[in-house]
């Protein structure tokens, strides 16, 4: 179903293991295939487990004053909770016979059905009677949400409940940053008894997660996250989070949401989307002081979608997230994308057939431009100036494997495991103890024509203090169709320089940036590389096509949507569509429907580019014909570098049924891309 679309955690491992034992031996790297992923943006930070290479003890009672001196509170100031969990969700098994099915997603997060805040990520852990249960001693490990530690001077206090095997057991909580770990330790259990203690913490941060793991599989309840706050007047006012639609019928649900300790009021909007993604509410700024609204008067026939915000009467926070009217789905039915309509220079309608149980979809929308003179063109200028929040010295992190559509100024860059400050990305191997290293992935591009020239990639980038003077910067370009790559680095500075690699070019390929470190000794928790910009071009003759993705829209209501177009430009268009729809454990996507050309007034209705070595390669009515003047293997691909058909091509005219879409044909040593109608 979404194979495709969303890569599993073990294609991340695979992705970029050997780094270690071969540190200069680019060329060795294995790469993933870059597919088209739709447009999730997500926030997490390093989650493996870490040891503390000088664990600090605290004494056999608890005592908190062995670990770090609480500040005494006074009357300026107050305890805010910043996150509680008791873990009632998961009711499945006992202690002592805990429940051993499966209740994390391939992305290393627990399920939203099992936690009260989304956001807990873990390695091992199973539910336990309303406790969690951690099974082992060597790789368990519980990650709370990331959290905003960043008042009374980083200073919070971890209240937790705990069981061990045994009263000599280790319970170990680590505090991390951006930064790295900056306070932890361990007690010991002292009894096989439930245990409650109150342990006090520095370091905090905007950006801070909290690591519970023992040497022995370990029982945990009650985790709550305080902090002692300012009661003077505050600037900002957080908008309410864990967000859900309960009792849902045909006319009307209940929203809910969580409290906001500082609000006295709510504002909840409800609304569902019209044409193009125009909002038409049903309830705007609708003012509760609860934490959740039964809503009726909904038409059934439309999906609605429901935000909060909080206020304190002066402050207003910024929208929750948006949440969803439905209830989940166990599948959603593949759209047939239709002809476009309202076509001129300016833009065209796309369409596409309903699919079943489909909440909304995914359009992406690809151009195909006919290289007019020979020369060197810029396919590629990326300043990364979409991100517009964070400094160097306090970074914010990307969802573990992200594509940035909305950050870039083209749709379909891809990063793991990667921050970012104002205007630069940040490549960061945090998750090097899980054979995972930070990755830079470009756009698909597609390319066809006789004589096309080489690639160059220009980069300009550095290494921060914490890298050492051998660290090296890597660039991939990956021939998309075979999945070979070629790999170029060059030593980093510590101040921006633009380092220049240079490639022959594919007819399909995508770039790979990296970094190495070998001096690294603390699995990738320091050490930042940064990039300041990326700049492509490539070699073209007059002739030549050169296609690439144009834009991502997620379209939430109707099966149509509206793509603008330059109108000062003779390029052509095609389009395809992904369904999506919420799952009991986040959403589900269909396959790709098929590929529709867009007739433009300015474009021509094929595109054939013959071969030089006697082969001739069109697409016709339901099939590409290949006529040959030799023997030959014909490879047939898709947009996504997929092989779609291959035979033995014989000395004449060769014919290959194939649905509508764009295809890139290899037969003998030509290529050429070709529409299929």
């Known amino acids: 179903m979404n194979t495709l679309f969303k890569k599993s955690f073990v294609a991340l491992t695979c992705a970029c293991t050997a780094i270690t034992a071969a540190a200069t031996d680019w060329n060795s790297r294995p790469v993933p295939t870059r597919n088209i992923t739709p447009n999730i943006a997500t926030t997490t930070i390093a989650r493996e487990r870490t040891a503390l290479p000088q664990a600090k003890q605290l004494d056999a009672a608890g005592n908190t004053v062995a670990w770090k001196t609480i500040v005494p509170q006074s009357e300026a100031r107050a305890t805010t909770t910043l996150l509680a969990e008791d873990f009632s969700l998961m009711t499945a098994g006992e202690v002592g016979n805990p429940d051993m099915t499966n209740i994390i997603g391939s992305d290393g997060y627990i399920y939203y059905d099992y936690v009260h805040t989304y956001g807990w990520a873990a390695i091992n852990v199973f539910q336990a009677g309303g406790s969690c249960y951690l099974a082992d001693g060597t790789t368990a490990s519980l990650n709370t949400p990331i959290l905003d530690l960043a008042d009374d001077n980083g200073n919070f206090t971890v209240n937790l409940s705990f069981k061990a095997q045994s009263a000599s057991d280790e319970i170990y909580i680590l505090a991390a940053t951006t930064a790295?770990?900056?306070?932890?330790?361990?007690?010991?259990?002292?009894?096989?008894?439930?245990?409650?203690?109150?342990?006090?913490?520095?370091?905090?941060?905007?950006?801070?997660?909290?690591?519970?793991?023992?040497?022995?599989?370990?029982?945990?309840?009650?985790?709550?996250?305080?902090?002692?706050?300012?009661?003077?007047?505050?600037?900002?006012?957080?908008?309410?989070?864990?967000?859900?639609?309960?009792?849902?019928?045909?006319?009307?649900?209940?929203?809910?949401?969580?409290?906001?300790?500082?609000?006295?009021?709510?504002?909840?909007?409800?609304?569902?989307?019209?044409?193009?993604?125009?909002?038409?509410?049903?309830?705007?700024?609708?003012?509760?002081?609860?934490t959740s609204h039964n809503v009726d008067g909904l038409d059934a026939s439309h999906i609605y979608y429901f935000t909060v915000q909080a206020t304190d009467g002066t402050l207003v926070s910024d929208e929750s997230v948006q949440t969803i009217v439905k209830e989940p789905s166990e599948s959603v039915g593949t759209p047939t994308a239709q002809p476009a309509t309202e076509v001129t220079d300016n833009g065209?309608?796309?369409?596409?057939?309903?699919?079943?149980?489909?909440?909304?979809?995914?359009?992406?929308?690809?151009?195909?431009?006919?290289?007019?003179?020979?020369?060197?063109?810029?396919?590629?200028n990326e300043s990364f100036d979409g991100f517009t929040e964070g400094t160097t010295d306090a970074p914010l992190y990307n969802g573990m494997d992200q594509?940035?559509?909305?950050?870039?100024?083209?749709?379909?860059?891809?990063?793991?495991?990667?921050?970012?400050?104002?205007?630069?990305?940040?490549?960061?191997?945090?998750?090097?103890?899980?054979?995972?290293?930070?990755s830079l992935y470009s756009p698909v591009y597609y390319t066809s024509g006789s004589s096309m020239g080489s690639v160059t990639v220009k980069v300009t980038a550095y290494r921060d203090a914490d890298c050492s003077n051998f660290t090296e910067i890597g660039v991939g370009c990956i021939d998309a169709t075979t999945q070979t790559p070629t790999w170029k680095s060059a030593t980093l500075s510590t101040s921006p320089q633009e380092y220049e690699f240079t490639f022959d070019a594919h007819e399909v390929y995508y770039l790979a940036i990296q970094f190495n470190d070998p001096n690294n000794a603390d699995y990738g928790q320091t050490g930042i590389v940064w990039i300041d910009n990326v700049t492509v071009t490539q070699q073209f003759s007059a002739g030549d096509l050169f296609s690439r993705m144009y834009s991502c829209d997620n379209v939430y209501s109707g099966n149509s949507f509206y793509v603008a177009t330059p109108a000062d430009n003779n390029d052509s268009y095609s389009y395809f569509v992904i369904a999506n729809t919420n799952g009991a454990n986040g959403s589900i996507y269909s396959d790709p429907s098929n590929e529709v050309e867009v007739q433009r007034p300015s474009s021509g209705t094929s595109i054939v580019v013959a071969g030089t070595d006697g082969a001739n390669i069109r697409g016709i009515q339901g099939a590409a014909e290949i006529t040959l003047d030799q023997d030959a293997r014909i490879d047939v691909y898709n947009t996504c570098g997929a092989l779609a058909a291959s035979i033995t091509g014989n000395k004449g005219l060769n014919s290959i049924s194939l649905p509508a879409g764009f295809y890139i044909i290899k037969a003998g040593t030509t290529t050429a891309k070709v529409i299929v109608k």
């Open 348 to 380: 065209f309608r796309a369409n596409w057939t309903n699919a079943e149980n489909a909440a909304w979809y995914t359009l992406y929308t690809y151009n195909y431009r006919t290289i007019a003179a020979d020369g060197n063109y810029e396919i590629e």
């Open 403 to 438: 594509i940035l559509n909305g950050y870039t100024v083209n749709p379909d860059w891809e990063a793991v495991t990667t921050l970012y400050c104002n205007g630069m990305i940040g490549l960061k191997n945090y998750y090097k103890i899980m054979d995972v290293y930070s």
């Open 180 to 290: 790295g770990p900056v306070d932890g330790g361990y007690i010991t259990a002292g009894t096989t008894d439930w245990r409650s203690v109150s342990l006090s913490f520095s370091g905090g941060a905007t950006q801070t997660m909290i690591q519970f793991y023992s040497k022995s599989p370990v029982y945990f309840d009650d985790i709550y996250i305080t902090q002692q706050t300012d009661t003077s007047t505050p600037t900002t006012i957080d908008a309410p989070s864990n967000l859900s639609a309960t009792d849902i019928t045909g006319t009307s649900f209940t929203a809910n949401w969580n409290e906001v300790t500082t609000a006295t009021n709510y504002l909840l909007d409800v609304f569902y989307y019209g044409t193009d993604n125009t909002k038409e509410y049903l309830l705007q700024d609708y003012e509760t002081t609860a």
